[in-house]
């Protein structure tokens, strides 16, 4: 497994490719400003996938360029993901692109396993930052948490959909019930260890 991490537009959204040897890949979180890597994102991988750990705008502009490949949102954010003021593109004066039945769809829920490409990705639904959020934890040892968990702190609530109580839920159900090697890839800023955030993230009430 290889593991990229791009930091795209103009919110500084952590997207990322993982890999086989065979150069297939699965996109996670495509967000703004891709124009400038797509060309060589599909020279290099024969992309098979795309996981959206929730539906604002830095996180999901960029499937416009891979609307023929499967796409995997979680249940309770599949609603979410059409509507302008909860996928905040109302914010930037835009119009999401796709209305329903345009793309390929799979919903997601709680626990499911999905095995891509060979990889075991386990569903973590996690509430807060949006009503459907969610994180992807691949062969039990990487997290990808979306705008669930970050280094030291945690994403915002009080945008359409978010629910303070559910992050608090959300956040204490990743640090008390994942392994403390597991390796955290958040939606912005730098990578971290569930060690690492359940001494030391100051969002986590104990």
Request: charged share 20%.
């Given at each position: 497994?290889?593991?990229?991490?791009?930091?795209v537009?103009?919110?500084?959204?952590n997207?990322?490719?993982?890999?086989?040897?065979?150069?297939?890949?699965?996109?996670?979180?495509?967000?703004?400003?891709?124009?400038?890597?797509?060309?060589?994102?599909?020279?290099?991988?024969?992309?098979?996938?795309?996981?959206?750990?929730?539906?604002?705008?830095?996180?999901?502009?960029?499937?416009?360029?891979?609307m023929?490949?499967?796409?995997?949102?979680?249940?309770?954010?599949?609603?979410?993901?059409f509507?302008?003021?909860?996928?905040?593109?109302?914010?930037?004066?835009?119009?999401?692109?796709?209305?329903?039945?345009?793309?390929?769809?799979?919903?997601?829920?709680?626990?499911?396993?999905?095995?891509?490409?060979?990889?075991?990705?386990?569903?973590?639904?996690?509430?807060?930052?949006?009503?459907?959020?969610?994180?992807?934890?691949?062969?039990?040892?990487?997290?990808?948490?979306?705008?669930?968990?970050?280094?030291?702190?945690?994403?915002?609530?009080?945008?359409?959909?978010?629910?303070?109580?559910?992050m608090?839920?959300?956040?204490?159900?990743?640090?008390?019930?994942?392994?403390?090697?597991?390796?955290?890839?958040?939606?912005?800023?730098?990578?971290?260890?569930?060690?690492?955030?359940?001494?030391?993230?100051?969002?986590?009430?104990?």
């Amino acid at each position: 497994m290889r593991i990229e991490s791009f930091t795209v537009g103009s919110l500084f959204t952590n997207m990322y490719i993982i890999s086989n040897d065979l150069n297939e890949a699965i996109i996670i979180d495509p967000g703004m400003g891709l124009n400038k890597y797509i060309k060589s994102f599909k020279e290099k991988y024969d992309i098979k996938a795309v996981l959206l750990t929730h539906c604002h705008i830095d996180h999901i502009d960029g499937i416009e360029y891979f609307m023929d490949l499967p796409i995997y949102i979680h249940k309770n954010e599949y609603d979410n993901l059409f509507n302008d003021d909860i996928n905040l593109y109302n914010m930037f004066y835009r119009t999401f692109k796709f209305n329903k039945g345009d793309l390929d769809i799979r919903l997601l829920s709680n626990n499911d396993i999905l095995n891509i490409l060979g990889f075991n990705i386990k569903v973590i639904y996690t509430p807060g930052h949006t009503s459907g959020s969610c994180c992807y934890l691949f062969d039990n040892k990487y997290l990808f948490s979306g705008d669930t968990l970050f280094n030291g702190t945690c994403g915002r609530c009080d945008f359409p959909s978010g629910n303070y109580s559910d992050m608090d839920k959300s956040l204490n159900y990743l640090v008390n019930n994942l392994d403390l090697s597991v390796i955290v890839y958040p939606g912005h800023n730098d990578i971290t260890t569930i060690e690492n955030e359940l001494k030391y993230n100051m969002a986590i009430k104990r």
